[in-house]
């Protein structure tokens, strides 16, 4: 297994066009997150899902975006009518998560999907 | 504001000193992850501490999780230029009592530069 894999790396896109990015888990995990992180911040909680079903989403989280994890493998997050806002990394994590998911939870982060919205 | 403060926002050392990164909560963590992010890379793990007054050790870097559970310091022992980075500290808080199940919040990191 390769860890967390996030595509593409990098996406520059006009003000107003939608764009997606891809996530592929390690295979083993049953849950994802999304975050997103502007320079000089931590990550902030997008959304995470476990399995297939999306269990919370932040307030951050406009309806101008979307995410799915069809299958309960990868996952995607589409953000439509992008705005200069939006440009900031999108980082992917997943872990194993057992029983009610009260204990430890490892997450491991992919290498990031900068957007960058001119 | 940040749930998750830390301290120092960024630090420079000479290779060779001992630092200290803290990291401060006003409310009960239920777990407090370490990891390390080079600059527009994703985070690697370094260390996570449960119990209060836990404290783990690897190579030349301890983190301690105090015995409230309301801060945890990591600290960097003769450090070299491969520790140079940004340390984030994430955390499961509780805001309405009880775990958030595996929902980790950040702090807004620290930078940390090692002059040769």
């Known amino acids: 297994d390769t860890g967390v894999s996030q595509n593409p790396r990098h996406k520059i896109t006009k003000r107003g066009q939608n764009v997606t990015f891809r996530c592929d888990p390690i295979s083993e995990h049953n849950r994802l997150y999304w975050y997103r992180q502007t320079l000089g911040q931590g990550p902030e909680f997008l959304t995470y899902?476990?399995?297939?079903?999306?269990?919370?989403k932040s307030r951050l989280l406009s309806d101008r975006f979307s995410a799915e994890r069809p299958k309960g493998s990868f996952s995607t997050l589409e953000i439509q009518r992008t705005e200069q806002g939006d440009s900031a990394m999108y980082l992917c994590a997943s872990s194993l998560v057992r029983g009610s998911g009260s204990g430890a939870n490892v997450l491991t982060f992919g290498a990031g999907s900068r957007l960058t919205v001119l | 504001s940040q749930e998750l403060e830390q301290s120092p926002q960024s630090l420079i050392v000479q290779e060779g000193k001992n630092l200290t990164i803290n990291c401060t909560s006003s409310k009960t963590l239920y777990g407090l992850y370490w990891y390390k992010q080079k600059y527009g890379e994703g985070l690697i793990f370094l260390m996570m501490l449960q119990k209060g007054g836990e404290e783990k050790s690897h190579e030349k870097i301890t983190a301690k999780l105090d015995e409230k559970k309301q801060q945890s310091s990591l600290h960097i022992t003769a450090s070299q230029p491969s520790h140079a980075g940004i340390y984030l500290c994430?955390?499961?808080?509780?805001w309405g009592g009880g775990t958030s199940y595996g929902k980790l919040t950040f702090g807004q990191g620290t930078i940390l530069t090692v002059h040769p």
């Open positions: 994430g955390a499961d808080i509780s």
């Open positions: 899902f476990q399995n297939e079903a999306q269990l919370e």
